[in-house]
């Protein structure tokens, strides 16, 4: 049989740009990577820092993390917030799961003016904890039984203040928001994200339970929390 030479050319090419082509993320992909990134740097930034002085003393006692490198407040009477995180769970000690990506919002009537960046670090200490966040759509304040305690850069004493809370935040904020709190605010699992980043069927449960799927991507991000 007689080859087309454009043909074996054209091949040629395909072949050769096949591993490079498979090695750069999509640009979907590169927007689940940045901002697994972000989690991996406000991991080191509150995990590491000397703002955040309790912070280790919490973590060989934690179930989960659930990392918010960026919540975003802000309006005027009315207010909203919005940011993405994500979430990891710990079966054993150094065993984490990969990453599963998490929207948190809300939105408040009364007087609210400014804006506010907010970088959080959820500590989930117990089972109930995490089932809560893991079963449906978690507000803070409204689910009952899970306590959280909140703590802001530069506070001492969160290990005494989270003694028996379920989950414990650390915030670091800048700028103004009047009147702005976690209270209120909601977690929701993204399952859309998730399955863009893993691949069909990469549900918040068969990621961070059944350890069903896996992203080379994230590895640096796990490797941060293996020491505990």
């Known amino acids: 049989m007689k080859l087309d030479r454009r043909s074996v050319l054209a091949g040629t090419a395909v072949a050769v740009a096949a591993p490079f082509l498979a090695a750069t993320p999509s640009r979907a992909d590169a927007k689940r990577q940045s901002l697994v990134d972000q989690c991996l740097e406000s991991s080191r930034k509150v995990l590491s820092g000397k703002d955040y002085p309790d912070t280790l003393k919490l973590m060989p006692k934690a ?22 995180g994500t979430l990891l769970t710990k079966s054993g000690p150094g065993n984490w799961s990969y990453p ?14 400014g804006g506010k960046v907010s970088e959080i670090v959820f500590i989930v200490l117990t089972e109930k904890g995490l089932n809560a966040l893991l079963s449906s759509k978690f507000k803070f304040g409204a689910e009952a039984g ?20 379920d989950i414990a935040a650390f915030s670091n904020s800048t700028g103004l928001f009047a009147g702005a709190s976690i209270e209120g605010s909601y977690l929701d699992a993204d399952n859309d994200w998730n399955a863009i980043y893993y691949g069909p069927g990469a549900t918040t449960q068969a990621i961070v339970n059944d350890h069903r799927f896996t992203n080379p991507g994230a590895e640096p991000l796990r490797k941060f929390f293996a020491k505990w």
């Open 146 to 165: 899970v306590t959280m305690v909140a703590v802001g850069a530069g506070v001492e004493g969160a290990t005494t203040a989270a003694g028996g809370a």
């Open 63 to 84: 179930r989960a993390v659930l990392i918010i490198p960026e919540l975003v407040q802000g309006g005027f009477i009315i207010g909203a917030a919005g940011g993405r």
């Open 100 to 113: 599963a990506f998490y929207g948190m919002g809300s939105g408040s009537l009364g007087f609210q003016i």
